[in-house]
Each structure stands twice: as C-alpha cells, then as structure tokens.
C-alpha cells in the first residue's frame, strides 16, 4: 500500500472561505481535516495485486477493535456496503478508491487492508469539524467611563482563534484594551468618545472562517448604542 494523498471535492462554502477544500493532503499516516458535509477521497494502492478480498477499515480510536466501511470480493466482483455507510460512499472496484461523503459522526481512523495483510495497512486519523456560523458581536454598556465588556459569540463549530479590529485596525496594544477567554471577549476600561468605531470579530477554524462587524458609539450619558 502506497504513501498516498487524499484529494478532496468542494461541495459546501461557509463564511469566508471555502469549508471544503481540493488539494493533495499529507501521506497515508497522517492527520487530515475536512468539514462535515464535504466528499473526501481515499485512494487505493500503486498495485492492483490481490485475487482475494480488500477492504477499507474504520475505528473511532486507536485502541477500537477495527469495522469494515465496505468489502470487496475481487474474483466475485461482489460488493459489500456495511449499513452505516449506505448511499454516502463509492467504492472504485478498478482504483480501490473510497469517496465517503461526511458526517460529523465520521471521525476516526481508517485504512485499507488486503485479505493477506492481517495486521498490516497503516492507519489515517480523519478529523471532521463543523464549518463556523456567523459570529454575534454584542456589548452591555456604550457609556463615557464605563468598562465595556465586548463579546463575539458562535452557535455552531469550535472556534480555534479570535481576532479583534477597530475600524479595520487591530485592537490599540495599551492598558485600557484586554482581551479574556481565549480573546473571545474584548474588555475596554474607562471608556472614551474616542473608542467609538466599527468593532469586528473574525472567527478561524481548520475548515472555514467567518466575521461580523458592528458600530459601537459612546455616549456621554447612560445608555447602550449598538447599531
């Protein structure tokens, strides 16, 4: 079995950029991520040479004991789909190649074994992430010398980075400016006319990104302006 890369089909954009991608991923061995609702592709060996059966394998962790996605009769040319996999996956009876469309449900390992390598075939750690929604930016106060706290809020996906921008600058290194909980929420002491603005919060993870800008105006009574 061959060191191969995995080629990935664009079928689903979120946010920013694409959630999936198309380019040659990392040899067999590695981890690669892509997001649910995405089609990836395994390919099958260099070498078509075996009468017997293959079969592409699948276990949540390492320490699993090892299910079959499909099993494939070479000599019969009799196919086998196992229950979970029906009407998501295409098994190549040429290439050996597997195309698994994927649920959040998917993540694992998987890898591709010939009748004769009983222990063998290395194993791909496939990560499966939800691509991120729109964050929600919201404040609880717009009053001259308050301390507003400024929060960039996400319902669906896990975030791997924050980044804050005011007016299409990022966020003035000084001591009324702090960033808590992962730079999540953007605290700004003693508030000022002057820290009024457009305030954006941009999302990252592995498969996609997203953002969202508001205005924030400070008044000089009490008060909150969030437009």
Avoid at 68 to 87: C, G, H, M, R, W
Avoid at 105 to 124: H, N, T
Avoid at 179 to 204: E, F, M, P, W
Wanted: proline share 4%.
């Amino acid at each position: 079995m061959r060191s191969a890369g995995w080629g990935l089909m664009a079928v689903l954009s979120v946010g920013l950029v694409s959630a999936c991608r198309s380019t040659v991923l990392a040899p067999t061995g590695d981890r690669v991520v892509e997001a649910v609702g995405c089609t990836v592709v395994l390919p099958g060996p260099d070498h078509i040479d075996t009468t017997g059966t293959v079969q592409w394998e699948y276990k949540e962790n390492k320490n699993d004991s090892a299910l079959s996605v499909v099993l494939y009769y070479v000599e019969l040319k009799n196919l086998n789909i196992f229950p979970s996999y029906k009407d998501r996956v295409v098994f190549n009876t040429s290439s050996w190649s597997l195309e698994l469309k994927l649920q959040l449900g998917d993540r694992g390992l998987y890898r591709l074994r010939r009748q004769e390598e009983e222990m063998s075939g290395k194993w791909i750690q496939l990560d499966v992430l939800e691509p991120l929604s729109k964050p929600e930016v919201w404040w609880n106060s717009s009053l001259v010398g308050s301390t507003i706290e400024m929060v960039c809020n996400v319902t669906v996906g896990m975030v791997d980075s924050y980044q804050w921008r005011k007016n299409g600058q990022p966020i003035p290194r000084n001591e009324r400016y702090h960033l808590s909980q992962n730079n999540r929420v953007l605290h700004i002491l003693k508030a000022t006319k002057s820290d009024s603005g457009r305030y954006s919060c941009k999302i990252t993870n592995e498969v996609s990104q997203n953002e969202t800008s508001r205005e924030l105006i400070i008044n000089g009574k009490w008060g909150i302006s969030l437009l």
